[in-house]
């Protein structure tokens, strides 16, 4: 079964950056994309950013400039370089990880149980 495990979340000033992370263990037999999504409280999970394997990304509008999407393949590891942070942004943030569990199966999403962005003066 894959795990992920999200780190590198807290609280930050308006202004401010962090540096997600996101760690996958298991057995997948390939990643096809790899992602972060968002909820704040009383909201519903939105797509923040997504990359690839061959490294095509996409962002929502409300990050594009701010937020950079990154990912090691071989270690099947995500990161989100967060930049001029929002009170806005302050959430739970999840990576996810789209693959295949074996040869000619399908597609399975993956979800990592979050880390907090809390941003605030």
């Known amino acids: 079964q894959v795990q992920l495990v999200e780190s590198g979340g807290g609280l930050v000033q308006p202004g401010g950056s962090l540096r997600l992370s996101c760690a996958a263990s298991g057995y997948i037999f390939s990643v096809n994309a790899m992602g972060w999504y968002r909820r704040a409280p009383g909201q519903e999970r939105e797509l923040v950013a997504d990359?690839?394997?061959?490294?095509?990304?996409d962002y929502a509008d409300s990050v594009k400039g701010r937020f950079t999407i990154s990912r090691d393949n071989a270690k099947n590891a995500a990161y989100l370089e967060m930049n001029n942070l929002r009170p806005e942004d302050t959430a739970v943030y999840h990576c996810?990880?789209?693959?295949?569990?074996?040869?000619?199966?399908?597609?399975?999403?993956?979800w990592g149980r979050g880390t907090q962005v809390t941003v605030s003066s």
């Open positions: 990359i690839t394997s061959s490294g095509s990304t």
């Open positions: 996810n990880l789209r693959g295949q569990r074996g040869y000619g199966s399908g597609l399975t999403s993956f």
